[in-house]
C-alpha cells in the first residue's frame, strides 16, 4: 500500500517550526499477495480491475480446496462481496480470482439474502469455515457464499435474538463496536460472543446450528464476578473481547486496559494474565502444519497451499 499525505511546516506556541499532518490521500496504490507464511514464498495476484486504486476493497478473504481431504490444498479462491449499488434492484456484486483461471472475475445481480432494506456494514476480517467465506457485521448477522461455484448462492443468517443494533455510522462507532463483539471460529463451528458494557460485565456465547437456522447460547458469564476486584471495573477498564481460542470453543481472550486475560466459561475461572500495552489487538491463529511445507508449485501452475491474503506495497 502506498499512501501520501500532506505534512505542512507550521510555527508552534514555542517559536519553533514542525511539520504538521493536515490530509491523508486514502485513494492510494494497492498490491495484493497471497503468502505462505511457513517459506515466506508469495504470489502477487492482478490488479482487481485493472488497477491499482482499489484500497476500498478491504472485506477480502480467502477459501482452498483440495481433491482430497487428506491432502494438502490444490486449489484457492480470493473475494471480495459488496452490494452492487449499480445495479437494478437489491443485489450484490463479488470480484473473485480462482487460483485455476489465473483471472479476477466480476459477478454480478447476485440475489440479496437480506430480509431488510438496511444497508450492510461488512468488517475486514472475513471468515473460512464449512467450504464457504464468512463477511461478518456485527450489527446484524453474516452472509456466507462458495466463492468456487459457478453461480455462488448468498445465505444470511442474523445474530442471536436481542442482540441485533442500529447500524454503525461512524468509524469511531465500529471501533467501540469491536470491543464488546466478535465473530470467528472455534472447534470448526461459527460463534458469536458479546459482553455487556455495565456491571456485571455479562459475557454471552452463542455457536451457529449446524442447519444455519439460528444460534445455541453455549455460555454466560459475569465477569464482574471473576475479576479480581471486579466491582471495581469503570469506565475505560471495563472487558473487552479480544479474541475466541480457535482450539477450545469454552476459552475466551479478554483485556482491561493493558492486560491480557484468558478466561475458561465452563468454570468461570481466569486461567492466565500476560501485560499486553494499551490498544494492542488480540489475535487467534494457529500455526499451519510443516506438512504443507513442500507443496508449492512453479509460478506457472496453481499454488498448492497459499493460505492467507496479505496487502502489501
Known sequence: MDVTGMAPIVATRGGT????????????????????????????????????????????G???QSERPDRPPDRYAVAVLDEDHDGEGRSFVMRRFLSQRREWEKLVGLPSPLPLARRII???????????????????????????????DLRFVELPRGSVTEPVESLEDWRLQRRY???????????????S??????????????????????????????FPHGDHLSGDDTPH?????????????????????????NRGKLLSCSFTGEGTPTVAWIKPNPFCRNFFKHEDRCQKDFIRHIGSC
Open 17 to 60: 517550526q514542525e511539520r504538521e499532518l493536515t490530509a491523508i490521500n486514502l485513494d492510494c496504490d494497492m498490491t495484493r499477495f497471497v503468502c505462505n507464511p511457513l517459506s515466506g514464498q508469495v504470489f502477487r495476484l492482478p490488479d482487481i480491475d485493472g488497477t491499482k486504486k482499489t484500497s476500498w476493497y478491504t472485506e477480502m
Open 62 to 64: 480467502i477459501l482452498t
Open 122 to 152: 461488512i468488517d475486514p476480517v472475513v471468515l473460512a469455515l464449512a467450504g464457504r467465506l464468512w463477511w461478518v457485521d456485527a450489527s446484524w448477522g453474516v452472509i456466507s457464499s462458495n466463492p468456487f461455484s459457478d453461480q455462488p
Open 181 to 195: 463483539r466478535h465473530i470467528g471460529v472455534s472447534e470448526g463451528r461459527l460463534r458469536y460472543a458479546e459482553v
Open 197 to 226: 458494557k455495565e456491571k456485571p460485565f455479562l459475557l454471552s456465547s452463542f455457536a451457529l446450528d449446524d442447519d444455519e437456522s439460528g444460534w445455541t447460547l453455549e455460555h454466560r458469564v459475569a465477569l464482574s464476578r471473576v
Open 241 to 265: 473481547i479480544g479474541a475466541l481460542d480457535p482450539l477450545s470453543a469454552s476459552i475466551m481472550y479478554l483485556t482491561v486496559a493493558e492486560q491480557s486475560f484468558s478466561l475458561d466459561m
